[in-house]
């Protein structure tokens, strides 16, 4: 069974910085996705950013131009940088993950979820 170790996370001021890190355990094989998705209170969960089969990298909307996302090779684990931070990156975000290409809610792993608040 996949499990996603998630870490760092917690408060940060507006304008600032954040790296969150996820592994994945239980498994000996390169999952193709691996990536970030985040809830915030009253709203959907978005696509913060993911990597598919290693090259193929999307960002959310509202990242898009102040986060990076990356993975080292081959190995289950992912880094994602978030700068410039304003109130609405306020959220739950996910480590998530798939042995195959895929998105929303066709991935298979999801991590326990990591608080990150934004603030003054």
């Known amino acids: 069974q996949v499990q996603l170790m998630e870490s760092a996370g917690g408060s940060v001021q507006i304008g600032g910085s954040l790296r969150l890190s996820c592994a994945a355990s239980?498994?000996?094989?390169?999952?193709?996705?691996m990536g970030w998705y985040r809830q915030a209170p009253g709203r959907q969960r978005e696509l913060v950013a993911a990597?598919?089969?290693?090259?193929?990298?999307n960002y959310g909307e509202s990242v898009r131009g102040r986060s990076t996302i990356s993975r080292d090779g081959d190995k289950n684990a992912v880094t994602l940088q978030l700068h410039s931070l304003k109130p609405e990156d306020t959220a739950i975000y996910y480590c998530?993950?798939?042995?195959?290409?895929?998105?929303?809610?066709?991935?298979?792993?999801w991590g326990q979820g990591i608080q990150v608040t934004v603030s003054s």
């Open positions: 990597i598919k089969t290693g090259t193929n990298i």
């Open positions: 239980g498994t000996d094989v390169s999952l193709k996705t």
């Open positions: 998530a993950a798939d042995p195959e290409v895929s998105g929303g809610d066709t991935i298979g792993y």
